[in-house]
């Protein structure tokens, strides 16, 4: 009896769709959950130190999200 050894080198293209789906879905909700953790960052700057209160929820949304990427960069 004689056992037959199969040795993949490339996963199918198809296993590399489907990875990279999932990928994509899992990017997203990361980035889903730092915009919401900026979006109450902001809110709690806002109302909590008077050194961000003449700027506006979404300029302060934008720096956070700029200096997150720019780490992610990194």
């Known amino acids: 009896m004689t056992t037959q050894i ?3 080198t490339t996963p199918p ?3 590399k769709k489907v ?3 999932f990928t ?3 990017d997203s909700f990361v ?3 730092q ?3 900026a979006m109450e960052t902001a809110h709690y700057l806002k109302s909590n ?3 961000y209160r003449h700027m506006s929820y ?3 949304v934008n720096k956070i999200m700029s200096d997150i990427n720019k780490k992610e960069r990194e």
């Open 13 to 15: 293209s198809s296993l």
């Open 19 to 21: 990875t990279k789906f």
């Open 24 to 26: 994509r879905i899992y």
């Open 6 to 8: 199969v040795k993949l």
């Open 58 to 60: 979404g300029d302060i």
């Open 31 to 33: 980035e889903a959950r």
């Open 35 to 37: 915009l919401q953790a």
């Open 49 to 51: 130190n008077s050194d």
